[in-house]
């Protein structure tokens, strides 16, 4: 599987960004997918997951209620709509596929097989 996430940017705090995880390949609805996230000088951190159903999410505690994270397995890409952007939600984010992540340890670094690029976010106060 190969990812390609894109719609980084610069915005101001309070705005909003949508960022998509296209993956190649027939077998997109076999993967649980992820986004982490990491900032200077700082470990990456898990953001949010979703089921290979898109039917069970899961958010970090810093972005709960403010991020949202969709799958179209009909066109192999995963969303992650970001509202009420922080300036420390600045970081470099990164999508991740994982064929059987353990539920207990789904915002794991190693539960993922296969990362994308990553796209850039800035967030200006």
């Known amino acids: 599987v190969q990812l390609q996430a894109s719609g980084g940017g610069l915005v101001q705090a309070g705005g909003s960004l949508r960022l998509s995880c296209a993956a190649s390949g027939r077998t997109f609805s076999s993967y649980g997918m992820a986004w982490f996230r990491q900032a200077p000088g700082k470990e990456r951190e898990f953001v949010s997951a979703i089921r290979r159903s898109g039917g069970s999410t899961y958010y970090a505690d810093s972005v709960k209620g403010r991020f949202t994270i969709s799958r179209d397995n009909a066109e192999n890409t995963v969303y992650l709509q970001m509202n009420s952007l922080k300036p420390e939600d600045t970081a470099l984010y990164y999508c991740?596929?994982?064929?059987?992540?353990?539920?207990?340890?789904?915002?794991?670094?190693?539960?993922?097989?296969?990362w994308g690029q990553g796209t850039q976010v800035t967030v200006s106060s």
């Open positions: 991740a596929a994982g064929r059987s992540i353990i539920l207990s340890a789904i915002s794991r670094v190693e539960q993922y097989d296969y």
